[in-house]
């Protein structure tokens, strides 16, 4: 998570307090791909699946994510 940190910072991003969960999970996504468990493409297009699933789930009901094809 470090390097994540420090790469934010000489790009000069701000550090504000949602920003240390941005560091854990692009932490997170490059140790994932580093040690082969899933490619960048596949991680994208889960986030994208969860994001429509959470966008087309009413209030207040559970989010329902199918599994990966």
Known sequence: MSESIRAAQEAGYPD??????????????????SKGLSAPEEMA???ESWKQ????????????????E
């Open 16 to 33: 504000t307090g949602e920003t240390y969960y941005q560091h854990w999970l692009a932490a997170l996504e490059k140790l994932t791909e």
């Open 53 to 68: 699933a959470y966008l087309t789930t009413p209030h207040g009901q559970p989010i329902e994510l199918k599994p990966a």
């Open 45 to 47: 297009a889960r986030k």
